[in-house]
């Protein structure tokens, strides 16, 4: 599974941008994808995720602000983020895992995009 992961850029504060990831290869292996993002001397964390049943988890510090969706078709999975503060700033990755669970932990993925990067600036 290869996992290519486009959409970051420079935005303002309170602005918009949405995030893309599209999966190829062994696809029907995949079943939760995520975004996880990673800050400058900061850990990765997960931001969001969504299973193959479409069931979504977000942290608490997106809810609200942040959507994640899934197109089969396309096996694309988005992530659209609105309300953009500094803090959001981050490479953002997008993951997946043939695990039939939901998991945060970042070992459970076995699958990594290249991480598009996100600035929040005025």
């Known amino acids: 599974v290869q996992l290519q992961a486009s959409g970051g850029g420079l935005v303002q504060p309170g602005g918009s941008l949405r995030l893309s990831c599209a999966a190829s290869?062994?696809?029907?292996?995949?079943?939760?994808m995520g975004w996880y993002r990673q800050a400058p001397g900061k850990q990765r964390e997960l931001v969001a995720l969504i299973t193959g049943g479409n069931n979504t988890l977000y942290e608490d510090f997106v809810k609200g602000r942040f959507t994640i969706s899934r197109d089969n078709a396309k096996n694309t999975v988005y992530l659209q983020m609105n309300s953009l503060k500094p803090e959001d700033t981050a490479v953002y990755y997008c993951?997946?895992?043939?695990?039939?669970?939901?998991?945060?932990?970042?070992?459970?993925?076995?699958?990594w995009g290249q991480g598009t990067l996100v600035t929040v600036s005025s």
């Open positions: 290869g062994n696809i029907f292996s995949i079943n939760v």
């Open positions: 993951a997946a895992t043939p695990l039939g669970r939901i998991t945060r932990v970042p070992s459970h993925y076995d699958y």
